[in-house]
């Protein structure tokens, strides 16, 4: 279970929103996590408090200066128990739900968000454990990916999504997408709802939602169902609701 997060950020602002809204907000409010903010710009020295300087060697942009970064780390070390350091980075091991479902489950999480063109490599080998990226596109800095690696970990926390088992039946957790949903009003611009979740038949409407999923994930993202073979409730319920169901996804062409 995760108690804490430490941001390492020249833009703490950036997380305001994240800090105070939606589910991140309320569970950060409610002290199932803490998160703390730290500026490396507190701890650099000179008037300036200058955070980067210009690449030896030439070339475009900026590198962020490697001692304000290793004391701001000190700083963020020295309080509480020890964990590793993880930054934020394209160069980094892609973020997928495996990946989230271990990171929950450690007890302190330390985040460092990079800007300009880099982080001084001295710093990347002496002080930074692992990297993490959200993806194969560049940012213009590691706070957006830090959120989203935040969102994603806090909300598997206990008590943090309303339902308990909400985030059994989220994508990816069975290697594939999620189904279809839909809110009132039955009918919305002559689309209406599929019977089946009108119906009151609680295992037949899971059942369809499986066959949901497995038909939209084989559109869509078929690379996820190449790993592993379907379960066999998968396949029952494919078999019930597939292509003659006709309550098959729009988009999944299947039909
Ligand atoms: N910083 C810039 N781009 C990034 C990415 N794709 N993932 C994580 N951090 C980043």
Request: aromatic fraction near 6%; glycine fraction near 10%; charged fraction near 25%.
């Amino acid at each position: 279970m995760l108690r804490r997060i430490d941001v390492i950020t020249l833009f703490p602002e950036w997380l305001e929103g994240f800090k105070a809204l939606g589910l991140t907000g309320r569970a950060l409010a409610e002290g199932r996590v803490a998160l703390k903010c730290w500026n490396p710009r507190d701890f650099a020295p000179g008037v300036h408090r200058s955070v980067d300087d210009r690449p030896y060697g030439g070339g475009p942009g900026m590198v962020m200066r490697p001692e304000p970064l290793a004391l701001c780390l000190d700083a963020v070390l020295a309080e509480d128990e020890p964990a590793a350091v993880a930054c934020l980075s394209p160069q980094g091991r892609v973020v997928d739900q495996a990946a989230v479902g271990e990171l929950a489950q450690r007890p302190r999480l330390i985040l460092v968000c990079g800007r300009y063109e880099g982080i001084d490599e001295r710093v990347m080998e002496t002080r930074i454990d692992e990297e993490w990226s959200i993806g194969d596109y560049v940012l213009s800095g590691g706070e957006p990916a830090a959120a989203v690696l935040m969102d994603a970990v806090i909300r598997l926390q206990p008590g943090v999504l309303g339902h308990q088992d909400s985030a059994a039946e989220d994508s990816f957790v069975d290697a594939r997408l999620d189904c279809p949903h839909y809110t009132r009003p039955e009918s919305w611009r002559g689309q209406t709802v599929p019977d089946v979740l009108l119906s009151g038949d609680h295992a037949r409407i899971q059942r369809w939602r499986t066959a949901q999923a497995v038909l939209r994930t084989a559109r869509r993202r078929p690379d996820l169902l190449a790993d592993r073979p379907l379960s066999a409730t998968e396949r029952a319920a494919v078999a019930e609701f597939g292509l003659a169901g006709g309550a098959i996804d729009d988009e999944s062409g299947l039909k």
